[in-house]
């Protein structure tokens, strides 16, 4: 579905951007991914350095749409007439934007399985095809009650390092993407990979582990995709379709 943009203030590529960072917090919100009004996700604003869009904060993801997104400078500063970002997540994301310039998406979650994992010493464990994706491609940072400050910056970056993804010790889960639709489909699939490994864990039964080759052969997918379009491609334009028949006011 096609979606006009209805204000001057934004350039095509950064309405385009927001439509679909709407669709993914919507996504998100259908998916029961969310936690009230906390939580973020911010993308960076196409062809302009250090500028990204994220929610405003106090709005459930179900009334986020294109237009209530705001606009920040790598200093924080409000831009356009949306002035209550969520101060959290323009700390987290700017640090991530700032550490991976490859970085166009960044997405972090509060999942009930998510937050599980993130409390046990063993992490996430290579035991399901779920969590093949993320086999030596994930962080792990120690709880901080992250304020923001440069020091802050500086240790989420770090432990991101060169991953897609980040577990936030006792705190959540947080994964990143060259484009919305894969940082997305890592978030949804690192959840899954969560939430199957508690259920295993809590039947007390041995895990089976894989040959390394095996997972090695999942992870890749995520470098080359997967029926010929890039990773997450597919399923994203499915979730689309599907909130442009539902309820498309996400565009607005």
């Not at 060169?162 to 890592?186: C, D, R």
């Amino acid at each position: 579905m096609q979606h006009d943009k209805p204000r001057l203030e934004f350039s095509d590529a950064e309405w385009a951007t927001r439509v679909q960072l709407a669709a993914c917090y919507r996504i998100l919100y259908r998916l029961r991914m969310t936690d009230t009004i906390n939580t973020h996700i911010a993308a960076r604003v196409p062809g302009v350095e250090d500028r990204f869009i994220l929610n405003p904060y106090g709005l459930l993801f179900n009334e986020i749409c294109a237009s209530n997104l705001v606009t920040v400078d790598a200093q924080g500063r409000y831009l356009g007439s949306h002035s209550n970002v969520n101060a959290a997540g323009f700390s987290i994301h700017g640090a991530i934007f700032k550490a991976r310039p490859d970085v166009f998406c960044s997405l972090h979650t509060h999942t009930r399985a998510g937050v599980a994992v993130s409390m046990l010493k063993s992490g996430l464990l290579p035991a399901s095809q779920f969590a093949f994706y993320f086999h030596n491609r994930i962080g792990y940072s120690a709880y901080r009650h992250f304020g923001g400050s440069d020091d802050d910056c500086r240790a989420l970056g770090a432990d991101l390092g060169k991953n897609i993804a980040l577990i936030l010790e006792n705190h959540g889960l947080l994964t990143v993407g060259s484009t919305i639709p894969e940082a997305f489909q890592l978030t949804y699939y690192l959840d899954k990979a969560c939430d199957v490994q508690i259920a295993a864990q809590a039947t007390g039964g041995e895990l089976i582990f894989p040959p390394e080759d095996e997972i090695l052969a999942m992870a890749q997918e995520v470098d080359t995709g997967f029926g010929g379009k890039p990773f997450g491609v597919p399923e994203w334009e499915a979730l689309v379709r599907e909130l442009d028949r539902d309820d498309p006011s996400y565009a607005d």
